[in-house]
C-alpha cells in the first residue's frame, strides 16, 4: 500500500524520504516519487530498489494517501492544476512553499492541505520542522504526519502568518550560520601567519558543535553561556564587547533584507494566483 507521495526530487525532496527511510517509520514500497528529471529517479530506484516512481505528477496523486509537493513556490500553480483531478476529499497535501496560502491550495483542489518548512538538518535528524495544519485535515492525519517528522526533527506547530520570520530561523539559519562562521574563519586566517584556513575551521567547526551540544544537553541559555565563558575584565569580554556594538546593526538589514524578499515573492504568487 503506497502510503506517501512526493511531487519533485530536489534538495528537500529527497532529505525529506532519505531521512524517512532512515527513521524506519516508513518503508520503500509505501513511497511513489515523480520528478521531472527522470535520471535522478534512476539513482532513487538504485538505492532504494523497492521505492515505486511515476511517469506523472497525477499518478503520484491518485495512489498516495499524502502528497508532498517539494517545488518551488512559482511552480506550485501549476503542480496543483495537473493533479486536481487525481485527488480527493480524502487526500492530504502536504506543502513545503511558504508563501502558497493554505485556502489557496484547498480551494484549487479540494484536498486536506498542511503546509511544512522543512530543514537541512534531519538530514542527520535534528532541527525544526515548521508545520501548520488546515481546518480539514483530522486529528488522526496530523498525529500521523507529526509522527514522522517527529521522527527527523522536532514539529513545532505555528498559526500560517508565522511562517515567514520562522522560516528564518530555522530552514534558512544553516545557511546564515555557514556564513557568519566563514566569515569568522577568514577574519582568523587574516591574523596569523602559521595557522592554516583548515586548522582555523576545524576549531571553529568542533567548537560550534561542542557549544551547540551544551545549550541543549545542559539547557543553557546565551546569557548563561557567556557568562561562564566572559569572565568580567577578561578577554572574552572584549570581543564579545565588539560583537555586540556591531552585530544587531547586522542582523536587523538581514531579516530586512530577507523578509522584503519573502514579501516580493508572496506578492507575485498572489498576483498570478489572482491571473489564474
Request: charged share 30%; proline share 2%; hydrophobic share 40%.
Amino acid at each position: 500500500m503506497i502510503i506517501l507521495g512526493f511531487i519533485g526530487y530536489g534538495s528537500m525532496g529527497s532529505m525529506l524520504i532519505d531521512a524517512f527511510l532512515r527513521s524506519g517509520n516508513i518503508k520503500p514500497g509505501e513511497i511513489i516519487v515523480s520528478s521531472r528529471t527522470k535520471s535522478k529517479l534512476d539513482i532513487l530506484k538504485e538505492k532504494w530498489i523497492d521505492i515505486h516512481t511515476a511517469d506523472s505528477n497525477s499518478e503520484v496523486a491518485q495512489k498516495a494517501k499524502y502528497v508532498f509537493v517539494c517545488v518551488k513556490p512559482l511552480e506550485v500553480t501549476g503542480v496543483l492544476e495537473e493533479i486536481r483531478d487525481s485527488v480527493s476529499s480524502d487526500t492530504n497535501i502536504i506543502s513545503i512553499a511558504g508563501a502558497v496560502k493554505i485556502a489557496y491550495i484547498e480551494k484549487l483542489t479540494g484536498a486536506k492541505v498542511t503546509k511544512l518548512i522543512p530543514s537541512l538538518t534531519s538530514e542527520v535528524m535534528e532541527g525544526i520542522s515548521l508545520v501548520c495544519h488546515g481546518k480539514t485535515v483530522s486529528r488522526e492525519e496530523s498525529d500521523y504526519i507529526e509522527m514522522l517528522l517527529n521522527s527527523i526533527s522536532k514539529v513545532k506547530l505555528i498559526r500560517e502568518e508565522e511562517f515567514d520570520l520562522a522560516t528564518e530561523l530555522t530552514s534558512c539559519m544553516p545557511g546564515f550560520i555557514a556564513s557568519i562562521f566563514e566569515e569568522m574563519v577568514e577574519s582568523a586566517f587574516r591574523h596569523t601567519d602559521s595557522l592554516s584556513r583548515t586548522d582555523i575551521e576545524e576549531m571553529v567547526l568542533r567548537t560550534l558543535y561542542g557549544t551547540s551540544r551544551l545549550f541543549i544537553e545542559k539547557n543553557m541559555g546565551f546569557s548563561e553561556m557567556i557568562d561562564r565563558v566572559a569572565t568580567k575584565g577578561g578577554i572574552t569580554e572584549e570581543g564579545v564587547k565588539a560583537l555586540r556594538k556591531g552585530l544587531p546593526d547586522v542582523f536587523d538589514k538581514m531579516f530586512d533584507n530577507t523578509l522584503f524578499k519573502r514579501k516580493l515573492i508572496n506578492e507575485k504568487i498572489e498576483q498570478n494566483q489572482v491571473m489564474k
